[in-house]
C-alpha cells in the first residue's frame, strides 16, 4: 500500500496547479487566477512501487468548480512525455521528483485498468495503508480496459482516454455533485467524494467506461 509522507513540497500542489489549470481545455474558470482548495480524492498503488500515482480533487473558489486532476510522481522523467509534464518539485524526503498530468502515464492508465476490474483497492488520500471506502468502481465489460497503446484526447467536456481496441475510458475533469448514477449507457465506472467550496461533503462521477461508436 502507499506509504505518505508527512513533508513539505515546493512548490506546493496547489501552487502549481494554479498556473496549470487554465491552460486546460476543460478549465471552466474566466481570466481570474484560481482560487484553489485540495478538496479531496484518493491513490492507486504502482506495482513496482516506483510511480506515485494520485487522482488530485481541487476546488476553485472562482467558479466555483471542482476539478479532478489526476498526477504521477517519478523519480525521473517519462521518456516521450514532455508534453505532459507539470512541473518538477522537491519532496522533502524523496528528493525530486516530476510530475505528470496522469492521464498520459502508462502507469497510471495500467493501474486505473486494475481498479476499474477490480484487481486492486482505492488508497486513502493522506493516510498510509489505508483503504478509501468512499471510492466505488463498476465494470461490465468483458474487454481489457486500456490495453494497447493509449491516445489521449482534451475537449472542453473532459478527457477521453481510447485504444485500437476496447472501450473508452473518460474522466469527468469537471465535477458536478450528484447521485452515485453513471449514464445509463457507460460500461463501467468510478465515483467518489469530495468538499465543496462551502463545506458539504458530495459525490459525483469521476469517470467512466463507454463503448467505442
Do not use: C
Not at 145 to 160: I, M, S, Y
Amino acid at each position: 500500500m502507499s506509504i505518505i509522507h508527512r513533508t513539505w513540497l515546493k512548490p506546493t500542489k496547489l501552487e502549481f496547479l494554479t498556473p496549470w489549470l487554465p491552460t486546460r481545455a476543460w478549465y471552466q474558470g474566466g481570466t481570474a487566477t484560481p482560487q484553489l482548495a485540495k478538496a479531496g480524492g484518493f491513490r492507486l498503488d504502482d506495482p513496482e512501487g516506483e510511480v506515485g500515482i494520485e487522482f488530485f480533487v481541487a476546488t476553485d473558489a472562482e467558479g466555483p468548480h471542482a476539478y479532478l486532476v489526476p498526477l504521477t510522481y517519478r523519480s525521473a522523467p517519462l521518456p516521450g512525455a514532455d508534453h505532459a509534464l507539470i512541473t518538477t518539485l522537491e519532496h522533502g524526503v524523496l528528493g525530486q521528483r516530476w510530475v505528470y498530468d496522469g492521464v498520459h502515464d502508462p502507469v497510471l492508465t495500467g493501474a486505473l485498468a486494475a481498479f476499474f476490474e477490480g484487481r486492486i483497492p482505492a488508497q486513502a488520500q493522506s493516510t498510509s495503508d489505508a483503504l478509501d471506502e468512499e471510492v466505488t468502481h463498476a465494470y461490465a465489460g468483458g474487454a481489457p480496459l486500456l490495453a494497447g497503446e493509449v491516445t489521449v484526447t482534451e475537449t472542453a467536456e473532459g478527457t477521453t482516454l481510447t485504444t485500437p481496441d476496447g472501450p473508452a475510458v473518460r474522466f469527468d475533469r469537471l465535477l458536478t455533485a450528484v447521485a452515485d448514477t453513471p449514464p445509463a449507457d457507460a460500461l463501467g465506472h468510478v465515483t467518489g467524494a469530495w468538499t465543496d467550496v462551502e463545506g458539504n461533503r458530495v459525490r459525483g462521477v469521476f469517470a467512466v467506461v463507454e463503448a467505442r461508436a
